[in-house]
């Protein structure tokens, strides 16, 4: 953490936005690219990761300095993306299935529509293409999953601090992002080869 | 012994790089041995880099940010200025003392912000009020009441509310009650003064102060008066009345003087009769000379007063001042001033003469005395003046020069009071002093009356 970044902290922690904001630029990729992932859809990583910026703000009087600001950030976007998911299906109940269905069919065309919009030509074709088929095979994953590999492959964290935030094991951990990079790939389609399958199915279920 | 089962689940440390620096190449050099395990191993490191390459295209473009931050930024000026509106101690650190400055901007500033808000927030709900009028009413109610109950169900801010409440409430009521009293009173002090009407305005202007009269004014018995006869007399009498009122008799002018017994004497209050069948003006009795025609807009009165609340005065027999009969002042009778049986300037009745040489104590100027020409209004006009001739010694001695006489031309029309300035010898001034008694002129006047008049007159006597 920068002096500079310190200063920016101490500024926000008596209510200055405008300090909380330059804060938030340095991070604001990070979070949201996190959220994105994670929802798969731009408007709910808009709203998620705004929430969670609004949190950190009425948080930030609380904020201590002990760990980094990125780590206490984490930690927020965290409870608040597990949140989000629990809110999501109480919130909309019996409508749930429905929406897993609208989900389902809309998640991959929206992604690609909006995906044109940036970029262009043949190769922006192929791109779209893939970004609808990764996010489509994110989808597959649980929400637990599905954020404990993004923690882990996007942002480095270690086996033990995902085990903290989690409240579970490494061995879990371990275990979870193993069956998530292997569903990954399922979905992807991406051919193992010759691989013995089946044992690893086995294990999957074990 | 390869366990690819065993190998493969530490694939996962390999791939996500959780493995100690010795443990990595041991490991990579077993998934290589085995066809299975390096299979396994490639395609999962190929999902992790096709998932990369997705990030990569997924992520927003650049101008994204911008709007982000902005979107960001408005959405915390919102919470700061709800939050602070709920809550404004709980941005502040514990212990702290935070001034509390939502914006610095101007007033206009603020006012318009707030009305673009409320547009906005009008813009955003209309539809929804529009779909469900009822529920959003009840949601709106039910939102703002939570919002009341969490402000008043913090610490101290009921207490605080009601003590606000009641201490103005008290005030209020007080400056009401205050105000109460005070009315109550007025118009208990209003029963008990008297019910006073309106009877009548006197819309003449009289002046508050009236300046000392004269000493030698009329109705003064001071002076050596005039009147309407021919020939110089003093003026006597006087003439006084009253209503017996309590005040002095009041201020203004006299009536009409007329050497005639009384008909109606002077009344100050305005006539009881407003159009008499036949109007009779009141006069006094005195020589109209001396006293000459009023016509300034005041009521009658005594022109010696310097009352000028409205009274006939103590006196009795009508009439205004203090005396016994109809005139105005302190006398006895129909006239002005002090003195009896009517005309003015005291003692008893006799009507003055020698023109209006002077009121009832004479006027202001006593004009018996000898002028000097500066003073007069017109000198005399000496119309014949005859020539001294010379004396036989006068001639025999060959005197010549000037002889200067002072006289009085007198208002009577003869010459009076010579005396010699400058002589002559052998009989020359003496020549000179008859011949200045023989002048024939019209005499002087001053305000239209004849007077005496000093003159210095020369004779010059030459031999041709």
Redesign the interface.
């Known amino acids: 953490m920068t002096t500079s970044e310190n200063d920016l902290i101490r500024r926000a922690q008596t209510g200055d936005t405008e300090a909380f904001c330059e804060l938030a630029k340095g991070y604001q990729r990070r979070l949201y690219l996190l959220a994105l992932h994670y929802c798969r859809q731009r408007e709910d990583a808009e709203d998620l990761s705004q929430e969670v910026w609004l949190k950190a703000f009425r948080a930030i009087g609380k904020f201590r300095g002990e760990s980094g600001f990125y780590t206490w950030l984490r930690q927020i976007a965290i409870n608040a993306f597990l949140n989000h998911q629990r809110e999501k299906t109480v919130m909309r109940g019996d409508e749930r299935t429905n929406i897993e269905w609208e989900e389902l069919e809309t998640s991959g065309d929206g992604f690609a529509l909006e995906a044109s919009l940036a970029l262009d030509g043949e190769n922006g074709m192929h791109q779209q293409l893939l970004v609808a088929r990764v996010m489509d095979a994110l989808g597959k994953l649980t929400p637990q999953h599905r954020l404990m590999f993004l923690l882990k492959h996007r942002d480095g964290m270690t086996y033990e601090e995902i085990s903290r935030e989690f409240g579970c094991s490494t061995g879990a951990i371990k275990k979870s992002l193993f069956r998530a990079v292997v569903k990954l790939r399922q979905h992807l389609g991406i051919n193992v080869g010759t691989t013995d399958y089946a044992p690893l199915a086995a294990n999957e279920k074990g | 012994m390869h366990d690819?089962?065993q190998t493969?689940?530490r694939l996962?440390?390999l791939?996500?790089n959780?493995l100690d620096a010795g443990h990595t190449s041991p490991l990579l050099a077993e998934a290589e041995d085995c066809?299975?395990c390096r299979?396994?191993y490639q395609?999962?490191v190929?999902?992790?880099q096709?998932?990369d390459?997705?990030?990569e295209?997924?992520?927003?473009?650049g101008d994204f940010?911008t709007g982000?931050?902005e979107?960001?930024?408005a959405?915390?000026?919102q919470?700061?200025q709800t939050?602070?509106f709920n809550n404004p101690v709980?941005?502040?650190?514990r212990g702290e003392y935070?001034l509390t400055m939502l914006e610095d901007e101007g007033l206009t500033h603020r006012l318009l912000a707030g009305l673009r808000n409320v547009a906005r927030d009008s813009r955003l709900t209309w539809p929804e009020f529009k779909r469900d009028p009822f529920g959003f009413s009840k949601r709106t109610a039910t939102g703002y009441g939570l919002l009341a109950w969490r402000f008043f169900s913090q610490r101290n801010v009921a207490v605080a509310v009601s003590t606000a409440f009641v201490v103005m409430l008290s005030v209020v009521g007080s400056v009401i009650a205050l105000e109460h009293l005070r009315a109550k009173q007025d118009a208990l002090a209003a029963v008990g003064e008297e019910q006073l009407e309106l009877v009548q305005m006197i819309d003449t202007e009289i002046p508050p102060e009236q300046k000392e009269p004269e000493k030698g004014a009329a109705g003064m018995a001071n002076g050596k008066g005039g009147g309407s006869k021919p020939k110089q007399e003093k003026p006597q009498g006087g003439g006084g009345g009253g209503r017996q009122e309590q005040l002095p008799a009041s201020f203004g002018k006299l009536p009409p003087a007329v050497l005639a017994p009384q008909i109606l004497p002077p009344n100050p209050h305005p006539p009881t009769v407003a159009k008499p069948n036949l109007p009779v003006t009141p006069t006094i009795d005195a020589d109209p000379v001396l006293f000459p025609p009023d016509n300034r807009p005041l009521p009658y009165g005594d022109p010696k007063s310097r009352a000028t609340e409205i009274s006939a005065g103590p006196g009795t027999g009508s009439g205004i001042g203090t005396g016994n009969q109809g005139g105005v002042g302190s006398g006895d009778g129909g006239g002005f001033g002090p003195g009896r049986g009517g005309n003015t300037g005291g003692g008893d009745r006799r009507e003055g003469g020698g023109g209006a040489g002077g009121g009832g104590g004479g006027g202001g100027e006593d004009y018996n005395r000898t002028f000097n020409p500066k003073e007069v209004t017109r000198k005399a006009v000496i119309t014949s003046k005859p020539e001294p001739g010379f004396t036989e010694e006068a001639r025999k001695n060959n005197v010549t020069g000037l002889v200067k006489l002072r006289l009085v031309l007198s208002s009577s029309g003869s010459v009076t009071n010579i005396s010699v300035v400058k002589g002559l010898p052998d009989g020359l001034t003496e020549k000179a002093i008859a011949a200045a008694r023989q002048i024939r002129f019209n005499p002087a006047q001053k305000d239209g009356r004849t007077v005496s008049q000093w003159i210095t007159i020369e004779y010059n006597f030459n031999i041709y």
Request: proline share 4%; aromatic share 8%; with cysteine.
């Open positions: 690819c089962q493969q689940e996962v440390d791939l996500f959780e066809q299975a299979e396994q395609s999962m190929e999902t992790l096709v998932f390459r997705a990030a295209a997924a992520s927003p473009a940010w982000y931050s979107r960001l930024h959405m915390l000026i919470e700061t939050h602070t709980a941005l502040a650190p935070q």
